[in-house]
T-cell receptor, first 113, second 116 residues
Framework: KAGVTQTPRYLIKTRGQQVTLSCSPISGHRSVSWYQQTPGQGLQFLFEYFSETQRNKGNFPGRFSGRQFSNSRSEMNVSTLELGDSALYLC????????????FGPGTRLTVT | AQSVTQLGSHVSVSEGALVLLRCNYSSSVPPYLFWYVQYPNQGLQLLLKYTTGATLVKGINGFEAEFKKSETSFHLTKPSAHMSDAAEYFCAVSTAGGTSYGKLTFGQGTILTVHP
């Protein structure tokens, strides 16, 4: 089975721009979660989507948003980029049944200049 | 709410020595516990998980972990370190449903260095 894929792998943007990241989950996985990883804050949960609905959200400003499509693929969007948004953004998919183990993609490295 | 504390941000061992990475969790309900490994410029790979039942769980690459409810711990061990084990390791907790949907809470990570 193919793993979780994320595109693009690397991205450089300028402050004030917006960006869209894409995630394709493992076939059959209907839950997609997004995380931000930074050296200072570690791994932080952004949000989770299941059946095209956001079920859970972390403590991030409204500039961070996401969506999920009927084929379970997900996108996240960050508007009005700030320098502090530079991070590795990780997507994870799961079957959405207990114990909710998640499988991660390679991540998208976003650099904001 | 749940939380995870990993004791020691850096652990250094010699090749062939025992690896012990410590993890303590806090959860108001029975937790699911996970260990992940991250190699440079890569995503996280699941090493092992505890759900219910046997408290000693075995994972990939010779790693195992023991769930101790009384100590709220889930330490990761490997009898003999290999150079290829050098990476960052994360302990994570989740619980069933509710506000925990799709959310793993991670520890701060432990960087394992293996010396020849």
């Amino acid at each position: 089975k193919a793993g979780v894929t994320q595109t693009p792998r690397y991205l450089i943007k300028t402050r004030g721009q917006q960006v869209t990241l894409s995630c394709s989950p493992i076939s059959g996985h209907r839950s997609v979660s997004w995380y931000q990883q930074t050296p200072g804050q570690g791994l932080q949960f952004l949000f989770e989507y299941f059946s095209e609905t956001q079920r859970n959200k972390g403590n991030f400003p409204g500039r961070f948003s996401g969506r999920q499509f009927s084929n379970s693929r997900s996108e996240m969007n960050v508007s009005t980029l700030e320098l502090g948004d530079s991070a590795l953004y990780l997507c994870a998919s799961s079957l959405a049944t207990e114990p909710y183990e998640q499988y991660f993609g390679p991540g998208t490295r976003l650099t904001v200049t | 709410a749940q939380s995870v504390t990993q004791l020691g941000s850096h652990v250094s061992v010699s090749e062939g020595a025992l690896v012990l990475l410590r993890c303590n969790y806090s959860s108001s309900v029975p937790p699911y516990l996970f260990w992940y490994v991250q190699y440079p410029n890569q995503g996280l790979q699941l090493l092992l998980k505890y759900t219910t039942g046997a408290t000693l769980v075995k994972g990939i690459n010779g790693f195992e972990a023991e769930f101790k409810k009384s100590e709220t711990s889930f330490h990761l061990t490997k009898p003999s370190a290999h150079m290829s084990d050098a990476a960052e390791y994360f302990c994570a907790v989740s619980t069933a449903g509710g506000t925990s949907y799709g959310k793993l809470t991670f520890g701060q990570g432990t960087i394992l260095t293996v010396h020849p």
